[in-house]
C-alpha cells in the first residue's frame, strides 16, 4: 500500500493508503469524497455549535433578532437569544447539548490536519461514522427533527447549496478534479506506479485541486519546524558575532596561554605560583 499524504492547502491535508496499482482516475475519486467529507464535518461542526446553544435556524424571511421583532415571542426553558438572529434561541436540554458538541469535536479531531502528523491514516468509512454519530446527537437533542432550511439538516442529509456562500470552494469535483505530484500532474488514464514507482512502502506527497488552476505550488525545502530552528540558530551566531565585532580589549593578555614567559615557567615549576 502506497501511503499519500495529501494536501489541498496547508490547513486541508490527511493521510490515507491505497495499493499503487490504482488508476489516477480511482485514486481521484477516493481522495475527493474523503476531502469533501472532511469539509462536510468542518461545516457540521461551525453550524452544529450554533444549534446546541441557540438552537433550530428560523425560515430565512424571519431572521431577526428577538429582541427588535414586534411580536411577542414564547420562551421555552432553555431559551438563549442568538446574537445573530438566525436562530430561534430555543436550545435543547444543557445535557443533550454538551454531548452534541462533544461529538461534533470528535468528528473534528478525526478530520483534523494534526492528524497528519500523528501518522494516523483517514478513510471513509471513519468519516462517514463520524458523520452518523453527529446525526444520532441531533436526534436526541432534537427528536422533533430540524426545520428543512436548517444548515446542520443539509449538511447531514447532504442536500446543501454552497454556491454563493463562504463554502463554495469546499467541494470539489471528482470530474474536474486532478492529483499532482512534484510539479507534475497525473494522467487519469494511468495507473499510481506509472508515477508513483511500484514500490508498495513508497509515501508521496499529493496535491488535490480543480483543473484549471495551474501547476500547484511546490513543497517548501524544510518545514515549518525546522526552518524555525535554523533561524534561531542563525540570530544566536549573529549576535556573537556582533559581540566579538564590539570587543576591542586587550583582556586576552591576561590569560595564561598569552604569558610569554609560559614555556620558562613550566620548566623551572614556578608556572603555579602567586604573590599575594
Known amino acids: 500500500m502506497v501511503l499519500l499524504h495529501v494536501k489541498k492547502t496547508d490547513n486541508e491535508q490527511f493521510l490515507c493508503?491505497?495499493?499503487?496499482?490504482?488508476?489516477?482516475?480511482?485514486?481521484?475519486?477516493?481522495?475527493?469524497?474523503?476531502?469533501?467529507?472532511?469539509?462536510?464535518?468542518?461545516?457540521?461542526?461551525?453550524?452544529?455549535?450554533?444549534?446546541?446553544?441557540?438552537?433550530?435556524?428560523?425560515?430565512?424571511?424571519?431572521?431577526?433578532?428577538?429582541?427588535?421583532?414586534?411580536?411577542?415571542?414564547?420562551?421555552?426553558?432553555?431559551?438563549?437569544?442568538?446574537?445573530?438572529?438566525?436562530?430561534?434561541?430555543?436550545?435543547?436540554?444543557?445535557?443533550?447539548?454538551?454531548?452534541?458538541?462533544?461529538?461534533?469535536?470528535?468528528?473534528?479531531w478525526l478530520a483534523h490536519k494534526d492528524q497528519v502528523g500523528r501518522k494516523v491514516?483517514?478513510?471513509?468509512?471513519?468519516?462517514?461514522?463520524?458523520?452518523?454519530?453527529?446525526?444520532?446527537?441531533?436526534?436526541?437533542?432534537?427528536?422533533?427533527?430540524?426545520?428543512?432550511?436548517?444548515?446542520?439538516?443539509q449538511a447531514l442529509e447532504g442536500t446543501e447549496e454552497l454556491v454563493g456562500t463562504s463554502h463554495a470552494s469546499d467541494e470539489l469535483d471528482p470530474a474536474t478534479a486532478t492529483l499532482w505530484f512534484a510539479g507534475k500532474q497525473l494522467l487519469p488514464k494511468n495507473q499510481l506506479s506509472h508515477h508513483l514507482g511500484r514500490h508498495e512502502k513508497t509515501k508521496a506527497v499529493i496535491k488535490l485541486q480543480q483543473a484549471g488552476q495551474g501547476a500547484p505550488s511546490r513543497e517548501a525545502p524544510v518545514d515549518a519546524e525546522t526552518q524555525k530552528a535554523m533561524m534561531a540558530f542563525y540570530h544566536k551566531k549573529q549576535e556573537e558575532q556582533k559581540k566579538l565585532a564590539e570587543d576591542e580589549d586587550d583582556d586576552y593578555t591576561n590569560s595564561a596561554w598569552a604569558n610569554p614567559k609560559a614555556l620558562k615557567h613550566h620548566f623551572s615549576g614556578v608556572g603555579g605560583v602567586r604573590i599575594r
Open 17 to 108: 493508503e491505497m495499493p499503487v496499482a490504482t488508476s489516477v482516475a480511482d485514486a481521484t475519486n477516493q481522495l475527493v469524497d474523503l476531502q469533501n467529507l472532511r469539509t462536510r464535518i468542518h461545516r457540521l461542526k461551525l453550524e452544529g455549535e450554533e444549534l446546541a446553544k441557540f438552537g433550530p435556524a428560523k425560515p430565512i424571511d424571519q431572521q431577526s433578532i428577538d429582541e427588535y421583532t414586534d411580536q411577542a415571542k414564547q420562551k421555552g426553558r432553555h431559551y438563549q437569544q442568538d446574537p445573530t438572529g438566525r436562530r430561534t434561541g430555543e436550545g435543547p436540554d444543557p445535557a443533550a447539548a454538551k454531548s452534541l458538541v462533544k461529538t461534533l469535536d470528535d468528528a473534528e
Open 121 to 153: 491514516l483517514l478513510t471513509k468509512a471513519a468519516l462517514e461514522e463520524a458523520i452518523d454519530n453527529i446525526r444520532g446527537a441531533v436526534m436526541i437533542a432534537f427528536p422533533q427533527g430540524l426545520p428543512e432550511w436548517d444548515l446542520v439538516r
